[in-house]
């Protein structure tokens, strides 16, 4: 199927939104030339359209403690840095950060973490309470794979959905990356989850060392497999504090893979969440993520760590917005929006198409949306440091 068939079913299917591309189509598009590539990010943003709308959902990520068990060889908040200063806020700075999210008009707080127990598990449930009862905001875990009576604490609490990684789809890749850990783990936590009945969210480094054009292909496929409420996908980018500082980025010489990833992605999954991720900025800088909210993406995550702490959570390097102020993200999403001529999402921007289980969520949108049209109506926006 060609993009443009792509194209079409996407008529037949209108109320359905488009049918995915098959698997041998995934392959295909994926190794598309530059010079054919224009069609499949069209396509893709057709099929985003479709399917979800062009309304942008924003989540304002809290990076509220660097502390981190594991030692994934890429990664720059690894246990294995003893270099680096680590910390966790407090509740009330992270109340704080989530306080200043909902009154700029965002609907979702995404709670991030290092894998690590250290912030507290009990501590954990009672912050996301205090979030549900004091904020309008849906709430979002990121903080690595806990065991299920963790994860049913959390959604008691009032989680809503949990972003966990899987990093790559190739099992043998993933146990070189993730010392003592299998990639079979990581996919037992999403199942878990799932079955709690809190919607979902993982995804993939494109481009990790030793990474191939069928890796990448089986990566995309695994999140449509997964039926993922949330795909977020994003470049490696080599650290040089890291075991893999010296190690390429497998499509290096080609980066516009990194979006053509995105753009064939949506057209494999087309109802998924899908976020214009910071890497993208760290490899396109100033229009990564725009770029990718052109060709697929749906979702945009402005940070709202406070800026003492945004130097010790920087994973990779080129991390944008590092010296930024939190409001000044939220006000650098609303010009990139408005220069895109796309609307902020109104409401919680939950899994679409898919009954919930336990959605408990405060209905909040028109709150939510008329406070985001206020930030619109303050004039130009800052910009990031990018
Ligand atoms: N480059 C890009 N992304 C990275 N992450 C961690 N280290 C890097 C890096 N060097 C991503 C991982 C993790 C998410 C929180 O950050 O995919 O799941
Ligand atoms: Fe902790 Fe990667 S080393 S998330």
């Known amino acids: 199927m060609t993009p443009e068939r792509t194209a079409g079913s996407e008529a037949a299917g209108a109320a359905r939104g488009p049918r995915p591309i098959p698997a041998r189509e995934v392959r295909r598009l994926l190794d598309a030339p530059p010079g054919q590539r224009a069609r499949v990010f069209a396509a893709a943003d057709r099929a985003r ?64 973490s290092g894998e690590s127990d250290a912030f507290g598990d009990a501590r954990f449930a009672r912050l ?54 299998r990639l079979e783990a990581r996919l037992e936590a999403l199942a878990r989850l799932r079955a709690l009945g809190v919607q979902t969210g993982s995804g993939f480094l494109i481009g990790l060392p030793g990474e191939t054009l069928e890796t990448l292909a089986e990566n995309i496929l695994l999140c449509r497999r997964l039926d993922l409420d949330m795909a977020g996908i994003g470049p490696f980018i080599p650290h040089p504090a890291t075991p893999l500082g010296g190690a390429a980025n497998a499509c290096a010489s080609d980066p516009e893979r990194f979006l053509l990833a995105l753009a064939v992605l949506r057209l494999a999954h087309p109802r998924a969440h899908i976020p214009a991720t910071t890497a993208f900025d760290a490899v396109f800088p100033g229009t990564g993520r725009n770029r990718a909210l052109q060709c697929g993406a749906n979702v ?80 130009p926006a800052p910009v990031c440091s990018m």
């Not at 660097?66 to 910390?87: E, V």
């Open 128 to 181: 996301v309470e205090r979030i549900k009862r004091e904020t309008p905001l849906a709430v979002t875990g990121s903080c690595g794979v806990r065991p299920e009576a963790v994860f049913r604490r959390w959604r008691d609490a009032g989680m809503d959905r949990y972003l966990v990684r899987f990093e790559t789809s190739d099992p043998r890749l993933y146990a070189r990356l993730h010392p003592g850990d």
């Open 49 to 112: 359209r479709a399917a979800v709308g062009d309304e942008v959902f924003l989540r304002g990520i809290v990076e509220f403690s660097n502390r981190c068990a594991r030692n994934c060889r890429y990664c720059g908040i690894r246990a294995g840095r003893t270099d680096l200063r680590r910390y966790a806020m407090d509740e009330s700075e992270i109340l704080d950060a989530a306080q200043a999210m909902a009154a700029c008009g965002v609907t979702t707080v995404v709670l991030q």
């Open 300 to 379: 945009f995550m402005p940070s709202f760590t406070p800026r003492a702490h945004r130097g010790d959570y920087r994973l990779y390097p080129g991390k944008p917005c590092v010296d930024e102020a939190p409001g000044d993200c939220a006000a650098c999403v609303v010009g990139r929006l408005r220069l895109l001529g796309r609307p902020i999402g109104r409401g919680p921007g939950h899994a679409f198409g898919r009954r919930l289980a336990r959605s408990r969520t405060s209905g909040t949108s028109s709150r939510t949306s008329s406070a985001a049209a206020a930030a619109c109506d303050q004039g």
